[in-house]
């Protein structure tokens, strides 16, 4: 039986529906919400534009090198509608906090667009493989919290208390299943629940990655105090979890859409949470249908899940270091300015090339204390070390006396005709 997927909106910009049809269609390159999951599955041949702007090929490339597989060994849960059974998605473990149970029916595209984004595997039906996930090493455990985000009957939507339960559960099987990174690509009001769950996913040296929402439209929550773009805004009190310290509160940017230069602020919405930002337009993730598909949008969600997949690479390649050092090695390494966040892209565009081979030093509560360099791993390409010299200082002493006795000699010439004269009585 077909599934017609419900629109999906992150605090803001909504996504169409897929209209309902009785005769599968294979679909290729075409916006991930048309896609149903009788469709055929089609691998898109379009490249990821967001995975080249921020020159990801170049991070493969330099894990390639060391023989490392980006994101090996790191789960990532994605609490969120849902990953499709059929998505080519690797799922370790599923649990639902929605109505029905983790076989019930999907009823929202969402989850499984923000898995692919972080986990999906390349395309190998192209002439060579494209990339879909960013980290495509990593294994996804499969949180859904809602069904729909605009809810039928025995249906859920977004809630506070379903993300809550959701977060908690992250934190109380952390350890069990070795999870290192969490993507919340929804926005929520706040509560103690959250607040607390968010905590404790953080105590367990877990990443937290939420989007920082994107610009509400006439009929959805936040209308009336972020529909229309004011001055000052900051959504940072608003938009939750990403509002909560400790998260890593991800924005979009408009870099690889028609008319790039046009405002992004008309999409996403501004606050001083942000800590760094990604371009979304244009991604390529997983289907529904098990097949790749496209995401034509300007979205904090998909930013969130781009980044969760960038983290996932930086814990899988820095396996010793701490969820903040992780989280500070990224923001460190961003194309603006750390130190003087805005609020639109805080401390810019991540860089995960940098991020992986900037000599960054954190420190355990994520402060960079030092820039040292790391020690060349290949003796073979360092310059040779000249052999220790015994008798330098013994000829430094030397060169230094002859001096001190040649001037003293020149002096002595100078003042022995005065000298000679005095003795004359001259």
């Known amino acids: 039986m077909r ?13 169409g529906a897929a209209p309902a049809s009785a005769t599968p269609k294979a679909l290729a390159d075409v916006d991930c919400s048309q896609i149903g999951v009788d469709d055929g599955p089609v691998d898109s041949t379009s490249p990821s534009t967001p995975f080249d702007l921020i020159d990801m090929p170049e991070a493969w490339a330099r894990l390639a090198r060391r023989g490392e597989t980006p994101g090996a060994g790191v789960r990532v849960a994605v609490v969120d509608s849902g990953v499709a059974a059929g998505a080519q998605v690797p799922v370790v473990e599923r649990v639902s ?7 019930a029916e999907l009823g929202d595209y969402h989850g499984t667009a923000v ?6 595997p390349r395309r190998t039906a192209a002439p060579e493989p494209l990339p879909v996930g960013f980290a495509p090493g990593a294994e996804v455990v499969d949180v859904r919290v809602y069904d729909s985000a605009e809810p039928g009957e025995g249906q859920v939507g977004v809630e ?12 109380d099987n952390a350890e069990r299943l070795d999870i290192g990174v969490v993507t919340v690509a929804l926005v929520v009001g706040p509560s103690r629940q959250l607040e607390e769950a968010i ?4 105590d367990a040296d877990v990443v937290v990655v939420a989007g920082s929402g994107n610009r509400p439209v006439e009929g959805q929550p936040l209308f009336d105090e972020l529909g229309e773009l004011r001055t000052g805004e900051d959504a940072a009190g608003l938009v939750f979890p990403a509002g909560y310290d400790g998260v890593l509160a991800v924005s979009a940017t408009a870099g690889g859409a028609p008319g790039a230069e046009a405002d992004p602020r008309s999409s996403i919405l501004q606050s001083s949470a942000i800590d760094v930002a990604a371009p979304t337009y244009g991604a390529v993730t997983a289907g529904v249908n098990g097949g790749t598909c496209v995401l034509p949008s300007i979205a904090t969600s998909w930013a969130a899940a781009e980044v969760a997949g960038v983290v996932a690479v930086l814990r899988a390649a820095y396996p010793r270091q701490s969820a903040r050092q992780v989280v500070s090695r990224l923001v460190q390494t961003a194309d603006g300015a750390p130190l003087v966040p805005d609020n639109l892209t805080g401390a810019g565009v991540v860089q995960p090339d940098e991020a992986l081979s900037r000599p960054l030093q954190p420190a355990a509560s ?25 008798l330098a200082e013994t000829r430094r002493n ?6 001190i006795g040649g001037a003293a000699l020149a002096i002595a010439a100078l003042l022995r005709p005065l000298l000679a004269r005095r003795r004359s009585g001259l």
């Not at 402060?367 to 220790?388: K, L």
């Not at 030397?398 to 001096?403: D, E, I, M, R, S």
């Open 160 to 171: 506070t208390p379903r993300v809550a339960a959701g977060l908690r559960w992250v934190a």
């Open 398 to 403: 030397a060169v230094w006396l002859g001096l």
């Open 3 to 15: 599934v017609a997927l419900a629109a999906v909106c992150l605090g803001a910009v909504c996504v």
């Open 115 to 120: 898995a692919g984004l972080v986990a999906g």
């Open 199 to 202: 905590r404790a996913v953080l």
């Open 366 to 390: 994520g402060e960079v204390a030092t820039n040292a360099e790391e020690p060349d791993r290949n003796p073979r390409a360092q310059a040779p070390v000249p052999p220790e010299d015994r």
């Open 97 to 103: 906090f929605s109505l029905g149970g983790v076989e």
